[in-house]
């Protein structure tokens, strides 16, 4: 999930503030509850995620109530000052800041009967490039600077071509999240993205029409998928219930009826060095992973 | 002077539209001016921020918003143009958003920009608009983008006014309307006055006309004031009213006078009227099926419609218009008769078009079909194809429907679940009156299985005898006539047998007719069994039965079914608790031999039969004699062959045999006799061929084999000189399958030498044979035997399979022999069989050599072994030792 959620307001300076505000450390909730935070949700998948959670809560015993924060780096944050927190959250900032933050892995979504993904890199129909390395001088969208796949796969493909990836691009444009990379491409921002696998499949059923305007150059991956993970706070009894309620939600119907509206098949339990492959693109990178 | 005052008036009229129309123009331009102005500020202010935080996606939604916004038509502040592009450029002038980003791409040049607008990027303050009128309805303006009081950009909105200008020519529109329409309104006083009279003439003749039409109309007509009064009648009306003029229905109420009861016969109130409904509610009405009244007060059913008439909205009647339907309602009346009979009919009733597609069936066809109406609507009536017709049959069939528009015939039809069955079925065309062309084909179809089941049966109890089931006279007499005509035919012969119970009687009278007649099913039972399954028993009277045996061969053919029908009555039949004897008087008769027709072949096997019950019963006679005696004889024969064996009545002469190159005795042949008690030394030309055909021949072959061997060995061991036996083999005997080991077994028990042993098969067998008898011969080599081909020259062998044949020596026929040397053709044929044998290296041997020049001959022609009366006969076994004793 990498939308960032953001009031429908027309002033620009009113849309700051209730950023600002988003930002803030929310001590002042209740401590009965605990958080379940999501990053880059769009505005008409919010409902889903409160469903989630609501799911999550009752069949655990663990309360939880929804935080949508701007981007990884909030939702690291917020797990890091509240450690009771559950997240949902990406492969990259996951190895970024377990070991730091002591981020406890839960389990991993199944898409495609599949605990991986890919970073799918897209431009519009017609255009001569062919791959990503043809896009020099040009300008790239991304959703999120810790974005596994809307940054962190397509920066490391070119780093394998030797490409000195800070000089590459033009203009490397901030869309926000995956969808608003696909507008920006689409809307001819931007002349290249990479996007998350999952994100595009939806995007492409609901907006078939549109959808016909891209064309995929280059699938890169597969990489391990989206984290649920709780903070260091989290007993392990706590941790067994989420688990047993994730890994379960096809036994029950209202389960079912949530992976089906999330486009997943389930959910399946992996340990930390799944995400190698991730920690190895991070390293070359040159990013700290302690 | 009036034209004066037109032209005054008209000159003030435009002086006043074009005061205002220029008035509104100016109007309109300064709106358009204030609204591009407040576009641009509110774009100048929304954008600073994504510009200061250098966020280009946020910038170009932002952009995006604002445009789509302002392009909506219910945002009054700028109705009066559209936006054409917007565009965020930095102070170089490089595009940072723009409304069509394919065109515009971030970072790149925008177009030029008109000085006034291009000087804001130096001297640009906040608040500031410039505005540049681009073309003829382009407005191009430009504010600065200020963020904590520096100037970071520019947005540049072009905005199309068009809209403006539309409206500039709607004003001229509205105003040049306006004096048109006072020029009008002159004109139209005018003319008022000279048009009044030419009116009142056009109305007189416009009524004038609408009577002609009504009159000409085929419905009744007539209209009604508001109190139901007759205003006017059309001439049907009139006419079918029953009176003379419309002027006699004029101020008349219409419902007192012709509708006053309804079809029942109960009076019919007025304000109940459907009529009186519409000139009083203005809905107009329909009804099918109402009484109307004539003058005379009969009275006539109707279909009326009625409409009100309306004045400026006002109702002020209603007019009627009928038709009688009295024919209607007759056909309806026969259409719903026919329609009775059509379903209520036992006889299935199909119709189809003219193409022959099924429109219509009524309920039989379900049940003599089992297709349901939906399942054959739209379908072929090939249908209920039974498959049992052949083509000519429907050739012949829509023949006879194009020639006569009918047909009619028995059909097997199919029903649907695949059983068929007869119909007898009719088919007529229906033509069209006025065109002659066939419409439909109307088909009737009546089930006539029973009926078919019945005569079947019926015809089944004509023909055949209830008690056993047998054909009867009748049917034996029409199957003995075609078997007559296919013997004919094909010069066949048949045998005829007239078969007679010998002592039924005394069983019938003493044990009663039940027990009678079950003995005459057993008998039927017991000769139905010994016959073929062509052959046909029949009962034809009492207990006399007879039997035709077509395709026979010979005479004797017909005496072995009559000797086992004979033989079937030996064991006594059982009925109830009786052991019942019966036996049968047999009568033959042959044809062609006996008769060529019915009556003479049934007549003679009945004297015949009549005969064999003179000579003793229980036996058959032939009506010809000599057949009969023939046959007892044969029969005789054959009963002695069977026991001739154990009574050790065969014995063995023997034929000496030599080298034509040495004149030495080489060997013998065996010959096997039948030395019959009564009739004495019988001659194989005789029994042998009877052996055969019961298959005698193989013990008997088996018993000379072993005899020829074991005298052979013990002379050989006695010191005579007889190197070699030869054994005839018959054909049957190497079909009996144990010939081989029969042979070993011979040599085994004798002890003689296998090389002593020559075993003779004749030509004419090996040549019918297959492989597999081949095989055995060959098999009969590999134990050491010779084989010889006997009768050589009479069988017909092909070259090509002599060579592939295990023999060892070729024996030349008798008859071949006979012919030398008078015949030049014997000659050539023996000459040719030596040269043959010699060419596959095989020994030959002459038989049957009776004179010197036939030893002569043939030692000249290298033949190496010779046979034959002119050295010695057959001779029995004495005298053969006693040769032997004397080469020694």
């Known amino acids: ?290 | 002077m009036a034209w004066l005052f037109v032209a005054a008036i008209l000159l003030t009229c435009a002086s006043i539209l074009n005061y205002g129309f220029q008035k509104e123009h100016q109007a309109a331009h300064s709106n358009v001016e204030k609204q591009a102005r407040l576009l641009n500020k509110l774009f100048a202010s929304q954008v600073a921020a994504p510009i200061h935080f250098r966020d280009y996606f946020l910038l170009w939604k932002t952009i995006k918003t604002l445009t789509e916004n302002s392009l909506h038509s219910n945002q009054p502040e700028f109705a009066d143009f559209s936006l054409r592009e917007a565009a965020v450029l930095d102070t170089n002038k490089k595009v940072l958003s723009h409304t069509n980003m394919k065109r515009y791409r971030l970072g790149t040049a925008y177009k030029p920009l008109p000085e006034d607008i291009d000087r804001l990027f130096t001297t640009g303050r906040n608040g500031e608009t410039v505005i540049f009128r681009q073309e003829e309805h382009l407005l191009v303006t430009a504010s600065p983008v200020v963020y904590e009081n520096k100037m970071i950009g520019l947005v540049v909105t072009t905005v199309d006014f068009s809209v403006a200008e539309q409206l500039e020519r709607q004003l001229i529109v509205k105003y040049g309307t306006a004096a048109l329409l006072m020029l009008g309104i002159l004109l139209v006083l005018y003319r008022w006055g000279r048009d009044k009279r030419v009116a009142a003439e056009a109305i007189a003749s416009a009524k004038d006309n609408l009577q002609l039409i009504l009159d000409s109309a085929h419905e009744g007509i007539y209209g009604v004031d508001m109190n139901g009064d007759c205003t006017f009648a059309n001439l049907t009306c009139t006419q079918m009213f029953g009176y003379s003029s419309p002027h006699d229905l004029m101020g008349r109420n219409i419902h007192q006078l012709a509708h006053h009861t309804r079809l029942s016969g109960e009076p019919y109130p007025e304000d109940d009227c459907p009529i009186y409904h519409t000139y009083q509610t203005g809905e107009p009405t329909h009804i099918d099926g109402d009484l109307f009244w004539r003058q005379d007060s009969s009275s006539f059913p109707v279909e009326y419609r009625s409409y009100p008439i309306r004045d400026n909205d006002v109702i002020i009647g209603a007019v009627v218009t009928f038709t009688d339907i009295t024919n209607r309602k007759q056909a309806e009346k026969k259409l719903r008769q026919a329609a009775a009979v059509f379903e209520n009919a036992t006889d299935g009733v199909i119709i189809t078009d003219a193409q022959g597609t099924i429109v219509s069936v009524n309920q039989a066809i379900t049940q003599i079909t089992g297709y349901r109406e939906d399942e054959v609507l739209g379908k072929n009536p090939n249908i209920f194809k039974s498959d049992r017709h052949d083509p000519s049959f429907f050739q012949d069939m829509w023949a006879s429907l194009n020639q006569h528009d009918h047909w009619r015939g028995e059909i097997w039809n199919r029903r649907k679940y695949g059983e068929i069955f007869p119909c007898w079925q009719t088919i007529s065309a229906v033509r069209d009156d006025q065109t002659g062309e066939i419409q439909h084909y109307v088909s009737l179809m009546s089930d006539i299985t029973a009926i078919k089941d019945s005569q079947e049966r019926l015809e089944h109890l004509a023909h055949h005898d209830p008690l056993t089931n047998l054909p009867n006279r009748l049917l034996f007499n029409d199957r003995l006539e075609h078997a007559i005509e296919r013997a004919h035919r094909e010069n066949g012969g048949i045998g005829v047998m007239f078969i007679d119970l010998d002592n039924f009687k005394p069983i019938n009278d003493g044990l009663g007719h039940a027990v009678g007649d079950r003995v005459l099913q057993l008998v039927a039972e017991r000769m139905t069994s010994q016959v073929r399954e062509d052959d046909t028993v029949a009962r034809i009277s009492g207990d006399e039965f007879a039997l035709i045996m077509e395709d026979t061969k010979e005479s004797q053919d017909v005496a072995h079914v009559a000797a086992k029908i004979l033989s079937a009555f030996e064991a006594p039949l059982q009925v109830d608790t009786h052991e019942l004897h019966v036996t049968t008087s047999i009568g033959i008769s042959l044809y062609p031999e006996d008769g060529k027709d019915v009556t003479t072949l049934v007549k003679n096997a009945d004297a015949a039969m009549y005969r064999a019950k003179k000579r003793g019963k229980n036996r058959y006679c032939y009506y010809t004699m000599d057949l009969t005696d023939a046959a007892m004889e044969r029969l005789e024969l054959q009963n002695d062959l069977r026991v001739a064996l154990k009574q050790n009545e065969f014995r063995i002469y023997y034929q000496p045999q030599y080298s034509l190159a040495t004149g030495q005795l080489i060997g013998a042949e065996a010959l096997v006799r039948w030395q019959h008690p009564k009739l004495g030394l019988i001659s194989p030309v005789k029994f042998i061929p009877l052996a055969e055909s019961t298959g005698l021949i193989v013990p008997i072959g088996r018993w000379v084999l072993h005899e020829a061997c074991a005298k052979t060995k013990s002379w050989q061991d006695a010191g005579l000189d007889i190197s070699r036996i030869g054994v005839n083999v018959a054909g049957r005997q190497i079909q009996s399958g144990d010939m081989v080991q029969t042979v070993q077994d011979v040599l085994e028990q004798t002890g003689l030498e296998p090389q002593c042993l020559e075993l003779e098969v004749t030509e004419s067998f090996i040549v019918r044979q297959t492989d597999k008898a081949i095989s055995m011969l060959e098999e009969l080599r590999d134990l050491g035997v010779t084989l010889a081909i006997d009768d050589f020259g009479t069988g017909y062998s092909a070259l090509s399979y002599l060579k592939r044949l295990p023999v060892n020596k070729l024996k030349i026929d008798r008859s071949f022999v006979n012919g030398i040397p008078h015949d030049p053709d014997d000659e050539a044929i023996t000459r040719a069989i030596i040269a043959l044998g010699k060419s596959l290296q095989l020994q030959i041997i002459a038989e049957g050599v009776e004179t010197e020049e036939q030893k002569e001959f043939i030692a000249l022609e290298g033949c190496n072994e010779v046979q034959g009366y002119y050295y010695s006969p057959p001779v029995p076994e004495k005298d053969f030792v006693e040769l032997l004793k004397s080469i020694e």
């Open chain 1, 1 to 290: 999930m990498t939308h960032i959620y953001l009031p429908n307001l027309k002033n620009l300076q009113l849309q700051l503030f209730s950023i600002c505000l988003l930002l803030m450390p929310l001590a002042s909730f209740a401590d009965s509850e605990h958080w379940f935070v999501a990053s880059g949700v769009l505005e008409a998948d919010a409902q889903l995620v409160e469903d989630f959670t609501q799911y999550l809560s009752e069949q655990s015993g663990y309360p939880m109530k929804v935080f949508f924060a701007k981007d990884y780096s909030g939702l690291s944050d917020m797990l890091r000052k509240n450690p009771e927190a559950v997240a949902w959250t990406c492969g990259s900032p996951y190895v970024e800041d377990q070991k730091a933050d002591g981020q406890q892995l839960i389990a991993v979504p199944l898409f495609e009967n599949e605990p991986t993904y890919h970073s799918m890199v897209i431009s519009l129909r017609g255009r001569p490039e062919k791959k990503l390395r043809d896009f020099n001088g040009q300008v790239l969208a991304y959703s999120d600077l810790r974005s596994n796949s809307g940054y962190v796969a397509p920066h490391h493909h070119l780093k394998l071509q030797e490409v000195n990836t800070d000089l590459f691009f033009k203009i490397k444009i901030n869309a926000h999240n995956h969808v608003g990379s696909i507008e920006a491409v689409l809307g001819g921002l931007a002349d290249v993205a990479a996007v998350d696998e999952y994100v595009l499949v939806e995007f492409q059923r609901k907006n078939p029409e549109a959808a016909k305007e891209l064309q995929i150059l280059e699938k890169l991956g597969p990489f391990p998928f989206t984290p649920i993970v709780a903070g260091n706070k989290v007993k392990q009894s706590i941790l067994d219930k989420l688990q047993h309620t994730l890994l379960t939600m096809s036994t029950t119907r209202q389960g079912r009826d949530l992976l089906i509206r999330f486009g997943l098949d389930g959910f399946v339990a992996k340990d930390t060095s799944f995400f190698r492959p991730i920690e190895e693109m991070l390293v070359r990178l040159g990013k700290q992973v302690e």
